[in-house]
């Protein structure tokens, strides 16, 4: 079984790594996509590539436009979705990940601490699998590919 999946979420820890790492020592056939991580070429690229623009709004607009050309792609080529949610700041990119992910149907799993599980009940009610940790994320997946438990 091969699986594609979209690492939606926080970026100011090194979560997607620990999955890389843990689904290559687990042999998985997985392939990872993500987000631009890079916080300012994602913020910047709608003014590199369109032109510059004085007003931060529009800035704003045309980069989120482009990345979502890129978020709507690799959500709709996922099986599935991991969203990871940080305490240190609000994440309402990953919220929206979350919910176009549920949209479409894709299942999602979510990733979080416990002191926010109040705020994220609802992504919470609408995901498979609700975990705290990267390495819960690959023992799910293993469990998936394999069929059995980890060890």
């Known amino acids: 079984m091969k699986l594609s999946v979209y690492l ?4 100011h ?9 843990g689904v290559a020592k687990a042999g998985l056939e997985v392939t990872l996509t993500a987000p631009n991580t890079c ?13 510059s623009e004085e007003n931060n709004f529009w800035k704003d607009h045309k980069a989120s436009k482009i990345n979502g050309l890129r978020t709507r792609k690799l959500i709709s080529d996922a099986d599935i ?6 305490d ?3 994440q309402w990119n990953a919220a ?4 176009y992910a549920a949209a479409l149907g894709k299942s999602l799993i979510v990733m979080h601490g416990p002191e926010i599980v109040h705020p994220l009940k609802e992504v919470d009610a609408a ?6 940790t990267p390495e819960q994320v690959v023992e799910i997946l293993q469990y998936i590919m394999t ?3 980890p060890a």
């Open 96 to 99: 929206f990940d979350a919910g």
């Open 39 to 51: 916080h300012a070429d994602s913020d910047d690229c709608g003014d590199r590539i369109l032109g």
């Open 81 to 86: 979705v991991v969203v990871r949610f940080g």
């Open 13 to 21: 820890s090194n979560w997607r790594e620990t999955i890389e790492a």
């Open 8 to 11: 939606s979420g926080e970026i």
């Open 127 to 132: 995901a498979q699998a609700v975990c705290e």
């Open 147 to 149: 069929n059995q438990l």
């Open 88 to 90: 240190k700041y609000k």
